[in-house]
């Protein structure tokens, strides 16, 4: 991608999601969209690769050499140095230390961690940086009227955590902040043809093998894949076919999961706020929400409506955009609260 560089004034809004970067521009929109992965050399240090060159170096590279997610392990350095490359990506240079940057966080992260990603993000050369929470900004990606006295529900599926969120007048009102996400998937279908096939996949294959025919709902017709691995008993290559059905039975409890933290936001809304949402339904956001038949799920699970945005990958770097038109919301975002009804985190199960 050709540089371009920024003049005074120039403004970003960044997703560093635990799969993805997204980098939006004002006026300009989305200049990056890459995997969050750098691979480092453990002798030299020295940075290899960083987003989806990095990506392909992931269950392939020699001793030496080592392809993470920070955002998934909590590198915070090297975190700072994929920031400093998406911000170059999408053109800042030298001219990034007259930009206001907006960082979208997940809500459940701490004073440390907000702490940690402001000063990585100035230490990047952003002159002023703001922090919009992920549910917020994936209600305004999604086209919701954050800004109004109605309820609207919002669950954000990442690749490491789930936010779900209600809110109402700019804010967020009660939310719930898991750390399981579409990785989480992944896991459980390793463990599964593990178990069921004694094959050893990775999880790279195991994330195809679910784009490819996973589903959170019986699907009409059954959709097959091939994954290759190594056999448990003989040590060698062996390629195996896998269904929709059996996809569905793996990553069960990772979406009964959600599914709980759902009904739990949903049981510690105020009750006209609940009345709204029962009106207009859930809207679902992030990578997460692509899973075949999880919408229908929900709604069954819930009893309410249940869509899916309509750019659920890009609807949070969106969202952080646009709240670069809309100081006071912003600032209402990054603020500690609490909020009424519950705050949560909680870890895997």
Request: one cysteine or more; aromatic letters at 4%.
């Amino acid at each position: 991608m050709a540089q371009r560089h920024f003049q005074r004034g120039r403004e970003l809004a960044i997703d560093l999601g635990t799969a993805n970067t997204l980098v939006f521009v004002r006026g300009e929109g989305i200049a990056v969209f890459e995997p969050s992965v750098v691979a480092i050399d453990e002798v030299t240090g020295r940075v290899h690769a960083v987003g989806e060159d990095a990506r392909r170096m992931i269950g392939r590279t020699p001793a030496s050499i080592r392809a993470i997610r920070p955002l998934r392990h909590g590198v915070i350095a090297d975190f700072d140095v994929m920031l400093r490359y998406f911000i170059r990506r999408a053109g800042g240079g030298g001219g990034l230390s007259y930009s206001h940057v907006v960082l979208c966080v997940p809500s459940g992260t701490t004073d440390v961690e907000r702490n940690a990603v402001e000063e990585a993000t100035l230490a990047a050369g952003a002159r002023r940086v703001s922090l919009i929470e992920e549910p917020m900004a994936a209600a305004i990606g999604a086209g919701l009227p954050v800004g109004e006295a109605q309820g609207t529900m919002v669950v954000d599926i990442g690749g490491g955590t789930t936010e779900v969120a209600v809110l109402a007048l700019g804010g967020i009102v009660v939310w719930e902040s898991i750390r399981v996400g579409g990785y989480e998937l992944d896991d459980a279908l390793v463990r599964h043809v593990d178990a069921n096939a004694r094959l050893l996949i990775g999880p790279e294959t195991a994330e195809a093998a679910k784009i490819a025919c996973g589903a959170a709902w019986p699907l009409p017709e059954t959709l097959e894949t091939q994954v290759a691995g190594r056999d448990r008993i003989t040590g060698l290559l062996r390629r195996s076919t896998i269904d929709s059905n059996e996809v569905r039975a793996a990553i069960a409890q990772p979406i009964e999961t959600i599914v709980d933290a759902v009904k739990r936001t949903l049981e510690s809304t105020p009750p006209e706020l609940a009345a709204d949402v029962g009106s207009h339904g859930i809207t679902l956001a992030g990578g997460g929400a692509l899973l075949r038949g999880l919408d229908r799920l929900l709604s069954s699970e819930t009893g309410l409506p249940v869509i899916v945005a309509d750019s659920p990958l890009e609807c949070v770097v969106l969202g952080a955009g646009s709240s670069l038109e809309e100081s006071e919301l912003l600032g209402r975002s990054s603020k500690k609260r609490p909020p009424f009804g519950r705050r949560r985190r909680r870890g895997r199960r």
